[in-house]
T-cell receptor, first 115, second 115 residues
Framework: AQTVTQSQPEMSVQEAETVTLSCTYDTSESDYYLFWYKQPPSRQMILVIR??????QNATENRFSVNFQKAAKSFSLKISDSQLGDAAMYFC????????????FGKGTKLTVNP | DVKVTQSSRYLVKRTGEKVFLECVQDMDHENMFWYRQDPGLGLRLIYF???????EKGDIPEGYSVSREKKERFSLILESASTNQTSMYLCASRPWSGTDLDEQYFGPGTRLTVT
């Protein structure tokens, strides 16, 4: 069974600075998908960024980018120019390719952005 | 925009009561999910449904059941609520588009307290 590990329960960053959230996963599969979701306080969880394992190029979405290291089974999220609105719980998630609907989530990292 | 709504944001029930948590999505998605979110444990899948009247057990189905009589509505049922079911419950939906990259869309959550 796949597992997802987020080793940082809490992180903090100064506004306008850059922060990296870590995620590692364990799988024997060669093809899969990885996601970062954001859950702001008292608000709905939304997708931040996604990555297909067979694509070597790291995904980027505006200020959000990932460092995907397939051999190391690592999928970190970098937030550049941090804003107060980035404060949230961030969850890393894994999905197998080919029919599985199940997302496997990490335990989350709480990000605080200091003004 | 996809909208996933949940019947209550906060709910307080007594031990032994039968509890219904309702989820409705307005985007004609085939797949719907119920998760439980606890601090330090992340999100854990309780049940999911890929079609009307179809359901699959997730990782922690014990003590729960589900119902999907209509495509847009997915109900989570606690047959006899217990204090260890005090938690945040999140509903999600996803289209059956054949694209594994499709994200899950989440509702705002129901914080259930069982006393």
């Amino acid at each position: 069974a796949q597992t997802v590990t987020q080793s940082q329960p809490e992180m903090s960053v100064q506004e306008a600075e850059t922060v990296t959230l870590s995620c590692t996963y364990d799988t024997s599969e060669s093809d899969y998908y990885l996601f970062w979701y954001k859950q702001p306080p008292s608000r709905q969880m939304i997708l931040v960024i996604r990555q297909e394992a067979y694509k070597q190029q790291n995904a980027t979405e505006n200020r959000f980018s990932v460092n995907f290291q397939k051999a190391a089974k690592s999928f970190s999220l970098k937030i550049s120019d941090s804003q107060l609105g980035d404060a949230a719980m961030y969850f890393c998630a894994y999905r197998s390719r080919g029919g599985s609907e199940k997302l496997v989530f990490g335990k989350g990292t709480k990000l605080t952005v200091n003004p | 925009d996809v909208k996933v709504t949940q019947s209550s944001r906060y709910l307080v029930k007594r031990t032994g009561e039968k509890v219904f948590l309702e989820c409705v999505q307005d985007m004609d998605h085939e797949n719907m999910f119920w998760y439980r979110q606890d601090p330090g444990l992340g999100l854990r899948l309780i049940y999911f449904s890929y079609d009307v009247k179809m359901k699959e057990k997730g990782d922690i189905p014990e003590g729960y059941s589900v119902s999907r009589e209509k495509k847009e509505r997915f109900s989570l049922i606690l047959e006899s609520a217990s204090t260890n079911q005090t938690s945040m419950y999140l509903c999600a939906s996803r289209p059956w588009s054949g694209t594994d990259l499709d994200e899950q869309y989440f509702g705002p959550g129901t914080r259930l307290t069982v006393t």
